[in-house]
């Protein structure tokens, strides 16, 4: 059974820096396709970094330079670097994993306020 477990997530002033964690269980997250989604109130869910098999990265655009995404395999993770936040990053956070079919975690709320 796949389990998908956040942390990590919180309220942080303009600017500031957050870690989010993924702790994956009944997976390997090194050799599959890991990622990041957001959704903010009143809107859809929207990519923000993924890692794929092959290890290629992609990034929304509005992240770009401020987001990094990395896995650790020796304790089976993935984490968000996300410096320089904005209001605007502003969301409910989930990974997920790809393994055939789509596997969430229960999302970690970040708040970027001043």
């Known amino acids: 059974q796949v389990q998908l477990v956040e942390s990590g997530g919180g309220l942080v002033q303009p600017g500031g820096s957050l870690r989010l964690s993924c702790a994956a269980s009944g997976v390997i997250v090194s050799i599959n396709t890991v990622g990041w989604y957001r959704q903010a109130p009143g809107k859809e869910r929207e990519l923000v970094a993924e890692c794929t098999r092959g290890d290629n990265t992609n990034y929304a655009d509005s992240v770009k330079g401020r987001f990094t995404i990395s896995r650790d395999n020796a304790k089976n993770t993935v984490s968000l670097q996300m410096n320089n936040l904005k209001p605007e990053d502003t969301a409910v956070y989930y990974c997920?994993?790809?393994?055939?079919?789509?596997?969430w975690g229960q999302g970690t709320q970040v708040t970027v306020s001043s």
């Open positions: 997920y994993v790809i393994l055939g079919a789509v596997y």
